[in-house]
């Protein structure tokens, strides 16, 4: 039995389709205080997938809820978008780190033989949290699919910083193409420029791959430099669109030919699934 948690209705759907097994009937709602209100209407399963991603402090409650109904049950957690997993450091004396927060929160539900999965967590060290066994997905491979139906111009896959070539690497290697990374060069103590470090991608159609798309602001740069060096398109893709509050305006205004992402966040530019990944991941 597939339960789609509230911000992951759609994709929940989607696996329970590719695995050809139920989708529970779920009630998401509200108290008039504000308080969360989760009900799994359908009876249960023996073997429970719950695919919840959690982009905001309220899907961590109504996933913490959804696990309490599940306690005693051995089940597959799927966090397709982990948040917080970007707070994994301490700067500062005093700071928690709130990655290990929410996965110790959501472990102390886990019974034995549980399993858990992400997909492209930010920082896989994350998942060291967990009792159980714990598993990173990787969409690259999605993405790479995806950019090989467009018809593109001598394209080359390019990461934004070193820290992304690892999926750029990996999904240019699917289409047999170029990847590089933007490096920054520092000419003095306020003049820095950023261009790719191996590949002149003058006249050559672009696509920049990263994990998430936040504020914007890494993709927006991103697109600037690459159209001050010459490059004749731009696109993008990402796995996880977080896009907060103008991003998608910022990139737009930057020049963006158009933007590519999974349904890790159900949003309008989810145009690619990764419910296949997830399903031969818990298929049974
Ligand atoms: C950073 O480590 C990540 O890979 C992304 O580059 C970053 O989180 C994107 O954030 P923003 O869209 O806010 O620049």
Redesign the pocket.
Known sequence: MIIGGPSSQLLGGRVAKVLKEDLALCEYSSFPDGESYTQVCSDLDDRIVLIQSTPSDRDIIQLLQLLDVFRGRRIDLVVPYFGYA?QDKQFKPGEPLSARAMAVAMDAFLEEGSRIFTVNI?DRSVLNNFRHEATDLDAASVLADEIGKMKLDHPVIIS??K??VRMAKVAAARLGIDYDYLEKTRHSGTEVSMAPKEIDASGRDVVIL??????????AQAISILKSNGAKRVYLGSVHP?L?GN?VLKLCRAGVESIITTDTLEKAVSTVSVARLIAEAVRP
């Open positions: 970007r930010h934004p910083d820290g992304a990263d994990d998430m798309i936040a504020t914007g602001g890494t993709m977080v907060t991003a």
